[in-house]
């Protein structure tokens, strides 16, 4: 079992429409939580970081965290076709040298105009 | 402004060469990894490092060197390339457990 797993997609939404993305994880204990957007043939940047049960918001983007339930979601609001790219969920344990980050493999978004 | 630099966005080799992935940071960061990224399986640590001559192993080690002499500098390298080291390398930087990790631009190689 992958220890952070993800919907590969791809995931088709309009424009203007909400866009869900996923990830559940395996470490129960897991501590921080994060959402990486990486366009095609370009590195992972940090859009979203989540540390604590509920919602986080910050502009179209929430996420959304339940460590119950050992998932953390994306949601993209008013998606625009520039949203079109890969979205890499990441876990941080609570403990292990550097506390290295575990990556799912990606969910490819298009939004289509 | 943060900033990752990679020697190479894009490199050839040949099966059996030597080859050095050098990343450099500005931002005076203690933490540095190296990742693979292929399709379908995501982001793989190769190795990592929280200090100048320190250094672990991530997931993937195999096949893999780094050498870190300067805070800033992170190195990796392929002792002798295979076809199945062709992929997109990407270094990262991290100050503390808590931090941001920055990723640099990318080196796609393709080990022919």
């Known amino acids: 079992q992958k220890e952070v797993e993800q919907n590969s997609g791809p995931l088709s939404v309009p424009e203007g429409a909400i866009a869900s993305l996923n990830c559940t994880y395996s470490d129960r204990v897991s501590q921080s939580f994060f959402w990486y957007r990486q366009y095609s043939g370009k590195s992972p940047e940090l859009i979203m970081s989540?540390?604590?049960?509920g919602d986080k918001e910050d502009g179209r983007f929430t996420a959304q965290l339940n460590k119950a339930s050992q998932y953390v979601s994306l949601l993209i609001r008013d998606s625009q076709p520039s949203d079109s790219a890969t979205y890499l969920c990441?876990?941080?344990?609570?403990?292990?040298?550097?506390?290295?980050?575990?990556f799912g493999s990606g969910t490819q978004l298009t939004v289509l105009p | 402004d943060v900033k990752v630099t990679q020697s190479s966005r894009y490199l050839v080799k040949r099966t059996g060469e030597k080859v050095f992935l050098e990343c450099v940071q500005d931002?005076?960061?203690?933490?540095m990894f190296w990742y693979r990224q292929d399709p379908g399986l995501g982001l793989r640590l190769i190795y990592f490092s929280y200090d100048v001559k320190m250094k672990e192993k991530g997931d993937i080690p195999e096949g893999y060197s780094v050498s870190r002499e300067k805070k800033e500098r992170f190195s990796l390298i392929l002792e002798s390339a295979s076809t199945n080291q062709t992929s997109m390398y990407l270094c990262?930087?991290?100050?503390?457990?808590?931090?941001?990790?920055?990723f640099g631009p990318g080196t796609r190689l393709l080990v022919l």
């Open positions: 989540i540390y604590s049960n």
């Open positions: 931002m005076d960061h203690e933490n």
């Open positions: 990441a876990v941080r344990p609570l403990s292990g040298s550097a506390r290295q980050l575990t």
């Open positions: 990262a930087s991290r100050e503390g457990p808590s931090e941001t990790q920055y």
